[in-house]
Each structure stands twice: as structure tokens, then as C-alpha cells.
């Protein structure tokens, strides 16, 4: 994601990552929920190599830029992701260990 953005917003959306995956890691920590939150930390080291962010950047030259408005319908918005978040906690702390994989499972 961040391979493919000016320049000067590379720190800014770096710092975004890592303060997200942070806020949502500590968030399902308090849910409970130790390999989501492994999940989300993993995100920061994809972050912290700019080796990766580098040769992405150098192997896309000359592409045809895109833009971000043409991208909208491809993002979730926030409200969607804080609601998705908040049931999933709701459930984690209203439901019992075994109600909860049953629920799980009818969902699917």
C-alpha cells in the first residue's frame, strides 16, 4: 500500500499503519483475542522494511497512476470497520467460549 503513494506521504502513511495496527493490536489484547492482535502487529513489520517499500517502488516505475478517487470503491469506510470491531468484541464478552464457536460456525 504505501509502495504506491507520492513520495511525501510515505512517513505519514507509515506512522498511520503503525499507530492502527497498534490501537487495534492493544483493542484485542482487551478482547482477548492474542492472535488477531499478533495479526495486526505483524502488519508494523511490513511497514518497517524499507527495502520492501523500496523495490516495489522501483518495479512499478512507469506505471500508469491511478486516481484515488477511482479507488474509493475499493476501501471500507471507517464506520463499517468501528462497527465490525465493536460487534466482535460485544460477542467476545457477551457470549461464553462455547457459545461463541457455535455462533461462529451458523454464521458461516
Known amino acids: 500500500m504505501t509502495s504506491h503513494c507520492a513520495w511525501w506521504t510515505l512517513p505519514f502513511l507509515a506512522a498511520w499503519i503503525v499507530l492502527s495496527s497498534t490501537t487495534a493490536a492493544v483493542a484485542l489484547l482487551l478482547a482477548k483475542r492474542p492472535r488477531a492482535a499478533w495479526a495486526e502487529l505483524s502488519d508494523i513489520g511490513a511497514v518497517l522494511t524499507p527495502g520492501r517499500v523500496l523495490g516495489a517502488r522501483w518495479r512499478s516505475r512507469g506505471t500508469r497512476q491511478v486516481r484515488r478517487r477511482d479507488l474509493q470503491g475499493l476501501f471500507v ?32
Open 77 to 108: 469506510p471507517s464506520r463499517t470497520v468501528l462497527r465490525h470491531t465493536t460487534d466482535l468484541i460485544r460477542d467476545e464478552v457477551a457470549l461464553e467460549p462455547g457459545q461463541l464457536e457455535s455462533a461462529r460456525a451458523a454464521a458461516v
